[in-house]
């Protein structure tokens, strides 16, 4: 009686200790649906750094510098003698402008105020957080951002509509360095 019971109970274990199979999905993801947006998001782009590229042609005596980050911009006041330059965790104090690539103000500098901010720790932008990162205290940069880069699909909620290129002037008024 103990040995039928006995080997009942490690047939059991043997048989009840299987390890699970994965399911296969239900459903499967189908690239049909995101397609048409990747390439209207793609055109987008590309209709608005052909204009900034058209605007940048006009403009021959300003020497605009493509960044890494996929916006171009001119130094309107640059200093050379000064080589820091704001790093994670910096405190800044800037004042911009915000105006479409055709120069009509959406913000003006006044509108804004002046902002200090923490680098790579508050929200704003991504234009002009990469932006302030290659500024020195004390210049003055005009970048062009496609829309990608500001506010992209969404806007602002107020003034600055779907898919808006911006120019914007900047100026770093300070740096403070983060301390440990």
Same mark, same amino acid.
């Given at each position: 009686?103990?040995?039928?019971?006995?080997?009942?109970?490690?047939?059991?274990?043997?048989?009840?200790?299987?390890?699970?199979?994965?399911?296969?999905?239900?459903?499967?993801?189908?690239?049909?649906?995101?397609?048409?947006?990747?390439?209207?998001?793609?055109?987008? #782009?590309?209709?608005?750094?052909?204009?900034?590229?058209? @605007?940048?042609?006009?403009?021959?005596?300003?020497?605009?510098?493509?960044?890494?980050?996929?916006?171009?911009?001119?130094?309107?006041?640059?200093?050379?003698?000064?080589?820091?330059?704001?790093?994670?965790?910096?405190? #800044?104090?800037?004042?911009?402008?915000?105006?479409?690539?055709?120069?009509?103000?959406?913000?003006?500098?006044?509108?804004?105020?002046?902002?200090?901010?923490?680098?790579?720790?508050?929200?704003?932008?991504?234009?002009?957080?990469?932006?302030?990162? @290659?500024?020195?205290?004390?210049?003055? #940069?005009?970048?062009?951002?496609?829309?990608?880069?500001?506010?992209?699909?969404?806007?602002?909620?107020?003034?600055?509509?779907?898919? #808006?290129?911006?120019?914007?002037?900047?100026?770093?008024?300070?740096?403070?360095?983060?301390?440990?």
């Amino acid at each position: 009686m103990k040995f039928t019971t006995f080997f009942i109970l490690i047939l059991f274990l043997v048989l009840g200790c299987k390890s699970p199979e994965p399911r296969a999905p239900i459903t499967r993801a189908s690239k049909s649906f995101t397609t048409p947006f990747l390439k209207a998001n793609k055109a987008i #782009v590309e209709k608005e750094e052909e204009a900034i590229k058209k @605007l940048i042609a006009i403009d021959s005596s300003t020497t605009y510098i493509t960044s890494e980050d996929g916006f171009w911009y001119y130094y309107n006041q640059q200093k050379f003698e000064d080589t820091i330059t704001p790093q994670f965790g910096d405190e #800044v104090e800037f004042h911009f402008n915000l105006l479409t690539l055709q120069g009509d103000t959406i913000y003006s500098k006044e509108d804004i105020g002046e902002r200090a901010l923490l680098i790579d720790k508050e929200e704003i932008f991504t234009g002009l957080r990469q932006g302030l990162k @290659l500024m020195k205290e004390g210049e003055t #940069v005009t970048f062009l951002f496609p829309s990608h880069q500001a506010y992209g699909y969404y806007g602002d909620n107020d003034k600055i509509g779907s898919h #808006v290129a911006l120019k914007s002037t900047v100026t770093l008024n300070k740096i403070k360095i983060k301390t440990e």
